[in-house]
Structure formats: C-alpha cells, structure tokens
Nanobody, 125 residues
C-alpha cells in the first residue's frame, strides 16, 4: 500500500521560507501525480500545487503563484514544496497527496487516492 509522509512544517515569521517534503513508504512515486493541499481552520481544503508524473508539468493556485515551487527529485523519490515569502494567510495544515495513476499533466480538481497525515505550517510574528 502506498503511504505518504510529509515533513518540514513549523513556525516561521512573515516573509520567511520553509521547504516541505513528501516521501512514500515502500513504494516509488515516479508513476503518480503529486499535489500539495492545505487546509486552514474553518476553511475549505485548497489545492496549492501539483506536479505530473511523466513530464514534471506543474500548476499553482493563484494564492501561491510566484512564491511556492513544487519539484520532484527522482534520485530521492521525493516531492518538495519550497515556500518563500510566507504570509500569515499561508498558515494551514499541508497535505501531500498522490493519484492512483500518472499522466503528463496534473490538476488539483481530480480525485487523489493517497494522502499523508499532514504537517502544520504556522506563519506568525
């Protein structure tokens, strides 16, 4: 069974940076599309970014575009979310998710079968 584990969350000041990591337990992520979702208290879950399996095509929500970068490092079998110029409104639990298939494109508006446990990101002075 594919299991995802996130890490890298924490407390950071506005304008600071964090790098989140997503790794699988026991299985490769090479043939899955990966997305980062986030959910703040009292708000709907939001798809922040995704990356495809076969061409590393990426997409970003308007709220994070220009500040966040998603990447895949095949040698480490990991997917990362570099978060720069963080704002208080970025505070949320961030989840890594994977599709049950891979493609040359990605979307956060489709079903993701596998989910991690989440990692807390808090942006505050």
């Amino acid at each position: 069974q594919l299991q995802l584990v996130e890490s890298g969350g924490g407390l950071v000041q506005p304008g600071g940076s964090l790098r989140l990591s997503c790794a699988s337990s026991g299985f490769t992520l090479d043939y899955n599309n990966i997305a980062w979702f986030r959910q703040a208290p009292g708000k709907e879950r939001e798809g922040a970014s995704c990356i495809s399996a076969h061409s590393d095509t990426t997409k970003y929500a308007d709220s994070v575009k220009g500040r966040f970068t998603i990447s895949r490092e095949n040698a480490n079998n990991g997917v990362y979310l570099q978060m720069n110029n963080l704002k208080p409104e970025d505070t949320a639990v961030y989840y890594c998710a994977a599709t049950s298939y891979g493609s040359s494109w990605c979307s956060v508006f489709i079903e993701y079968h596998y989910w991690g446990q989440g990692t807390q990101v808090t942006v505050s002075s």
